[in-house]
């Protein structure tokens, strides 16, 4: 079973960047497909980017290709979602989560709002 905590979220600017962190505990993160979601007030959760097990390979929901960039690194069972030209759109909970999904941790709230 793995764990997920994220970090990372706060208030920006449009515009403007954060850097997301999710740490993960268990034995078989190396082995994971993972993905950074969002869920943001009356909408459906989406999943927003994954990234292969080796990091290799990475997809993007269309909204946030070029802007958003996920990696990880195996070693420290992390995973990141750095974020930059941040819009009023992005304002949402994120979360962490492997593919196919597991457990849910708590998210971290980014709000874009001047």
């Known amino acids: 079973q793995v764990r997920l905590v994220e970090s990372g979220g706060g208030l920006v600017q449009p515009g403007g960047s954060l850097r997301l962190s999710c740490a993960a505990s268990g034995s078989m993160f190396s082995i994971l497909v993972m993905g950074w979601y969002r869920q943001a007030p009356g909408q459906q959760r989406e999943l927003v980017a994954q990234i292969s097990n080796g990091g290799g390979t990475t997809n993007y929901l269309d909204s946030v290709k070029g802007r958003f960039t996920i990696s990880r690194d195996n070693a420290k069972k992390e995973v990141y979602l750095q974020m930059d030209s941040l819009k009023p759109e992005d304002t949402a909970v994120y979360y962490c989560?492997?593919?196919?999904?597991?457990?849910w941790g708590q998210g971290t709230q980014v709000t874009v709002s001047s």
């Open positions: 989560n492997k593919v196919p999904l597991g457990p």
